[in-house]
């Protein structure tokens, strides 16, 4: 495997390596979520292709200096996770090489990124998109897998390759849960016991008032209302939001009639975790 830090020798690496390239951008603390998305990568690639993974923790997608400087960072761990997995090259830059200290281009979505996540954290998907542009870039890669748990981001993602015609196919990858549910994430790690203990909650709250479909609920409101009361429960959560919007548009609905999403962001302290369910009529 190989691991590159500097552009330049990335764009040499990336010369002779086999074709498809199948990317696989991450922030790094790497969890089995993430395993998932690199083995998916191998099944697109195939075996002679390549599969790249980028570790990078992207100073301009955060919008608190304390969730930026607290963001886990263990590389040499991520590093071994990667070779173990079978990936062949790990690109993990400097800030200082992605960004020149005067940079002054951004790559800005205007529909999808003031919703959800983007109204409670300004700026965070201009952030995401111009970073993942500059790997679309660099790695020219065929394929690039991305998780489905930050379904915003997927579609953000998605949305800013259809409008500037980027050659890369993007695939969406099933959120990887632990075995009481919680979606796996980087941030986890930053939980104490009692809320590590707690978190679970959220997936049990959105798979609860998602039920009600079955009995025949299209209504939005007897719906956010269950998931509510169910997160009223923790004494140790503060919700930052509770959605229920159009899987295409992320605009709020008041009945279901086409694919939706419940999705939650919720704070414990200072962390702060998101989920989502799928809703179908
Ligand atoms: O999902 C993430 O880990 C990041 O937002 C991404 C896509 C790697 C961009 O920094």
Do not use: W
């Amino acid at each position: 495997m190989i691991v590159v830090g500097k552009i330049e020798t990335l764009r040499e690496q990336l010369k002779a390596l086999p074709r498809p390239l199948c990317l696989v951008p991450t922030m790094g603390a790497l969890h089995e979520g993430h395993l998932a998305l690199i083995r998916e990568a191998r099944r697109l690639a195939g075996p002679r292709g390549t599969v790249a993974v980028s570790i990078f923790v992207n100073p301009m997608q955060f919008d608190r200096a304390d969730d930026l400087e607290n963001y886990p960072r263990p590389l040499d761990e991520d590093i071994a996770s990667c070779e173990r997995t079978g990936v062949d090259l790990v690109f993990s830059p400097e800030a200082g090489q992605m960004y020149h200290a005067d940079h002054s281009i951004v790559i800005r979505e205007n529909r999808l990124s003031g919703l959800l996540c983007g109204a409670s954290r300004p700026g965070h998907f201009a952030g995401v998109c111009t970073v993942v542009m500059k790997l679309f870039l660099l790695f020219r890669a065929e394929f690039a897998v991305f998780g489905k748990k930050d379904f915003q981001q997927l579609a953000i993602i998605r949305r800013m390759v259809r409008d500037l015609n980027v050659p890369v196919e993007i695939i969406g990858h099933p959120t990887i849960r632990e075995p009481d549910g919680l979606a796996m994430s980087s941030r986890n790690v930053r939980l104490t016991s009692a809320q590590r203990a707690d978190a679970p909650i959220i997936h049990r709250a959105l798979a609860a008032a998602a039920d009600l479909l079955k009995t025949g609920e299209r209504n939005a409101e007897p719906i956010l209302a269950a998931a509510k009361h169910h997160l009223g429960k923790s004494e140790l959560l503060a919700i930052d939001y509770l959605s229920l919007v159009d899987a295409a548009t992320l605009e709020s609905v008041a009945m279901i009639h086409r694919p939706a999403i419940l999705a939650a962001a919720c704070f414990y302290g200072r962390v702060r975790l998101i989920d989502h369910m799928e809703l179908s009529p």
